[in-house]
């Protein structure tokens, strides 16, 4: 499974929100400091709850991602330096940053400025991904005195390229870079490369506003960083309450459709360069996740290698399709289910059934 970690400065929420990714929130798991945590996180969807209602299914599986929760960045742990080479194990980084005022709750630099902390945590990881490359460069140069290299001529090249971006503070994730340039740098601890989510932990006050959310994607719309808010106090009051009805009652009386954790786990999906379909019946209702542009054979394939090898067809069925007219024999009447071959692409939120024959 792919992997998000999570990572934040002191007191900002990180704890709160792996435990309520993790679905902890009311157990007694308990939390490893200063330590690397892990758990896995469902992919909360509004879509895989209606077509479970549709269908009512024996079995029902939503998909999941692993998340970890990293030791907060701090002098000491980036120094040490192990919290950069578990973050180069991530495949998207997750940072929490404060944005509620709480007189009892300490901030690292004593005041509290969401912009600040942001910035400066890139900083961190813009430099960490300069001092390996110059150390890698350091290293080809040493070798090209001993033997010419046609191969880490090329590197090199690429190498300087992203020194130049990251020399004007910019994360290398805005490169446009070729996939022959990303087989080589694919085994680099390159932290900016990878995906960015931001969760703004807002207070409860801010709930019914988003003026926030909208200045922070203003504020770094040259960034490529998926924002969010939350109030994390809130949400962990949502989820210790006892029954799915006091749930619901609590978010009307706030006024909210779901949970902002629920949001994130499909955030997450995005930030990964991913979409979700589904296969439907009465047997069971599943999520699966596969990488944006993929083909009906490689959703097969995503199912069960079987499926991929004997593909005769996708049967297809739109969500906005079914859930417009709430029935699939009745969505069979209107002409809205699709039979296509292996090169279709599958689109978010597809039902899709698999004919195939071995």
């Known amino acids: 499974m792919l992997k998000i970690g999570i990572i934040g400065l002191p007191q900002t929420g990180k704890k709160e929100l792996f435990k309520l990714l993790i679905g902890s929130v009311s157990s007694s798991h308990t939390l490893v400091p200063d330590k690397i945590n892990l758990g896995v996180a469902q992919i909360k969807d509004l879509r895989f709850d209606f077509l479970v209602n549709l269908y009512k299914s024996k079995k029902t599986t939503r998909a999941k991602v692993d998340v970890a929760l990293l030791p907060k960045i701090e002098k000491d742990t980036i120094t040490k330096g192990d919290i950069f080479k578990d973050l180069s194990n991530m495949d998207?980084?997750?940072?929490?940053?404060?944005?509620?005022?709480?007189?009892?709750?300490?901030?690292?630099?004593?005041?509290?400025?969401?912009?600040?902390?942001?910035?400066?945590?890139?900083?961190?990881?813009?430099?960490?991904?300069?001092?390996?490359?110059?150390?890698?460069?350091?290293?080809?140069?040493?070798?090209s005195?001993?033997?010419?290299?046609?191969?880490?001529?090329?590197?090199?090249?690429?190498?300087?390229?992203?020194?130049?971006?990251?020399?004007?503070?910019?994360?290398?994730?805005?490169?446009?870079?070729?996939?022959?340039?990303?087989?080589?740098l694919s085994g680099y601890p390159l932290l900016t490369l990878k995906q960015m989510i931001v969760v703004l932990n807002i207070s409860e006050e801010d709930l019914k506003s988003e003026n926030?959310?909208?200045?922070?994607?203003?504020?770094?719309?040259?960034?490529?960083?998926?924002?969010?808010?939350?109030?994390?106090?809130?949400?962990?009051?949502?989820?210790?309450?006892?029954?799915?009805?006091?749930?619901?009652?609590?978010?009307?009386?706030?006024?909210?459709?779901?949970p902002a954790i629920d949001c994130l786990t499909r955030l997450c999906v995005k930030a990964l360069g991913r979409i979700s379909f589904f296969t439907a019946g009465p047997q069971e209702i599943r999520q699966?996740?596969?990488?944006?542009?993929?083909?009906?054979?490689?959703?097969?394939?995503?199912?069960?290698?079987?499926?991929?090898?004997?593909?005769?067809?996708?049967?297809?069925?739109?969500?906005?399709?079914?859930?417009?007219?709430?029935?699939?024999?009745k969505l069979k009447i209107a002409g809205k289910y699709y039979s296509n071959g292996k090169e279709y692409k599958i689109e978010d939120g597809d039902i899709i059934f698999i004919r195939f024959s071995v």
């Open 212 to 258: 926030l959310l909208t200045q922070f994607e203003e504020k770094f719309s040259e960034q490529k960083v998926f924002f969010m808010q939350a109030c994390l106090k809130i949400e962990t009051e949502i989820a210790s309450l006892g029954s799915e009805s006091e749930k619901k009652e609590f978010l009307a009386a706030l006024g909210i459709r779901e």
């Open 92 to 143: 998207a980084l997750c940072h929490v940053v404060r944005a509620f005022k709480n007189d009892s709750v300490y901030h690292v630099k004593g005041t509290i400025d969401p912009q600040r902390d942001i910035r400066e945590v890139n900083s961190e990881l813009i430099m960490h991904d300069l001092i390996f490359i110059e150390k890698r460069l350091q290293r080809i140069k040493e070798m």
């Open 145 to 184: 005195t001993r033997v010419k290299d046609e191969a880490s001529a090329k590197e090199s090249l690429i190498l300087l390229k992203l020194t130049e971006q990251l020399n004007k503070e910019l994360p290398l994730r805005l490169l446009q870079l070729e996939s022959q340039d990303l087989k080589i």
């Open 288 to 329: 699966w996740t596969i990488s944006y542009g993929s083909s009906a054979l490689e959703a097969a394939g995503a199912i069960h290698s079987d499926l991929e090898r004997g593909f005769i067809r996708a049967e297809v069925m739109h969500y906005a399709d079914l859930e417009e007219i709430g029935c699939e024999d």
